[in-house]
């Protein structure tokens, strides 16, 4: 590791002070690590990187965690990706395997509308907790995409939603901390907005009467019947089958939903 602080009157070269006097006038501090190239792997130059600071000791804190930075990342790595391409990395490799099938639609969207178009070009490396501060508070306001169906809707998405977004990036940032790309997790810290708690609207006896009556004229009064009674998701609802029901015992067994995906209908075990 070759390291150089100088602020002040002392330079400091691999880390121990040589004692080269610069301007007394010297009003920033500045330091600068690198990596020396290696032989067998990264034939090229040394990767340098530059510090600065108001005083010498806060030149010598942050040389000092660049270099710790240095020692757990992976430099050749790291360049490779913006924050876009790894979100593209992790969800291919990563959550298409630890989701259910039926998220797998709404995270993609999450990714292409949300976070692609805002913070996607960002190095991953360069990825700040206060970009992603400003990146949320942006969608609190704005951050609806205009759609046909939604024009009538508010521009701003909704607290869970915006949390939502946030679980996706820390757990791809989770990722790249660990295959080593970046040094610290920028979604730690971030200040996240607190939950809407909406009181429930439920159908008067009036209306629910009525509905229940032009759902069985319409032949399908058994499933809203059993959604109304049961509390049942959709896709719980929609992958019941003959052998989940013990007439006998008046037992209900949920253990699949089905969810519509890319036009094609999955059922998947819960």
Same mark, same amino acid.
């Given at each position: 590791m070759?390291?150089?602080?100088? *602020? ?17 006038? %010297? ?6 690590? *690198?990596?020396?190239?290696?032989t ?13 600071g108001r /005083?010498?000791?806060? %030149?010598?804190?942050?040389l000092?965690?660049?270099i710790?930075e ?9 360049k ?10 992790w969800f ?12 797998h639609?709404?995270?993609? *969207?999450?990714?292409d ?14 990825? /700040?907790?206060?970009?992603l501060?400003k ?6 306001s ?15 998405? @909704? ?11 820390? @757990?791809? $940032?989770?990722l790249?901390?660990?295959q ?11 200040a ?6 909406k ?11 009525s ?8 032949g399908?009064f058994?499933l809203?019947?059993?959604?109304? /009674? ?15 029901l013990d ?12 969810a519509?995906? $890319? ?5 998947g075990?819960?």
């Amino acid at each position: 590791m070759l390291c150089r602080c100088k *602020g002040g009157d002392t330079t400091w070269q691999n880390a121990e002070p040589t004692g080269r006097a610069i301007s007394e006038n %010297a009003r920033t501090a500045a330091g600068r690590a *690198g990596t020396p190239p290696d032989t067998t792997q990264r034939r090229g130059k040394a990767i340098y990187r530059n510090v600065l600071g108001r /005083t010498q000791a806060e %030149a010598r804190a942050k040389l000092k965690q660049a270099i710790e930075e240095a020692k757990i990342v992976d430099q050749t790595k790291a360049k490779k990706y913006t924050v876009g391409e790894w979100m593209d990395v992790w969800f291919e490799n990563y959550a298409k395997v630890k989701v259910r099938p039926s998220s797998h639609q709404t995270y993609r *969207g999450y990714i292409d509308n949300h976070i692609k178009p805002s913070i996607g070009k960002v190095p991953l490396g360069k990825l /700040t907790s206060l970009e992603l501060q400003k990146f949320y508070k942006k969608l609190l306001s704005s951050g609806r995409v205009d759609r046909i169906e939604s024009k009538h809707q508010s521009k701003s998405l @909704s607290p869970k939603t915006v949390r939502n977004l946030h679980q996706i990036i820390a @757990s791809a $940032m989770k990722l790249a901390k660990e295959q080593k790309l970046i040094a610290t997790d920028p979604t730690e810290g971030c200040a996240l907005p607190k939950l809407e708690h909406k009181e429930m609207k439920t159908l008067p006896v009036e209306q629910l009467a009525s509905f229940l009556r032009e759902a069985k004229e319409s032949g399908v009064f058994e499933l809203y019947y059993m959604e109304l /009674t049961t509390g049942l998701r959709r896709g719980e609802l929609l992958g019941l089958k003959w052998e989940d029901l013990d007439l006998e015992k008046g037992d209900l067994r949920v253990k699949r939903q089905a969810a519509e995906a $890319m036009e094609h209908v999955l059922s998947g075990s819960l």
